[in-house]
């Protein structure tokens, strides 16, 4: 089990950002991918979730409205489109896939992430 973050950057306040989550080692279809985030000093949380059975997403209401997650099975990579970017989601993102959307779940380990900063 593989999953490599990529796509982050430095963006101004309200810009956007795509981030990629390229997996492999096993067939999504049979778990969820999650995003996640951890910003200097702060617990990581989770940011957005995806199940590979069905498509259902899932985000904390600190992102919803702003953030999409979606899959590319030809690609085997999910994506975390980020619009109307605040400096408060400023951080460390990775990906992860798991069993389900919560930490508990979650399998394998932290990879080095893709650092995404928003700036006011």
């Known amino acids: 089990v593989q999953l490599v973050e990529s796509g982050g950057g430095l963006v101004q306040s309200g810009g956007s950002l795509r981030l990629s989550c390229a997996y492999s080692?096993?067939?999504?279809?049979?778990?969820?991918i999650g995003w996640f985030r951890q910003a200097p000093g702060k617990e990581r949380e989770g940011v957005s979730c995806?199940?590979?059975?069905?498509?259902?997403?899932y985000y904390p209401d600190s992102v919803k409205g702003r953030f999409t997650i979606s899959r590319d099975n030809a690609k085997n990579t999910v994506y975390l489109q980020m619009n109307s970017l605040k400096p408060e989601d400023t951080g460390v993102y990775y990906c992860?896939?798991?069993?389900?959307?919560?930490?508990?779940?979650?399998?394998?380990?932290w990879g080095q992430g893709t650092q995404v900063t928003v700036s006011s």
């Open positions: 992860r896939s798991g069993y389900g959307c919560y930490a508990s779940d979650l399998m394998g380990s």
């Open positions: 080692g096993f067939s999504l279809d049979y778990y969820f």
């Open positions: 995806i199940s590979g059975s069905d498509g259902s997403t």
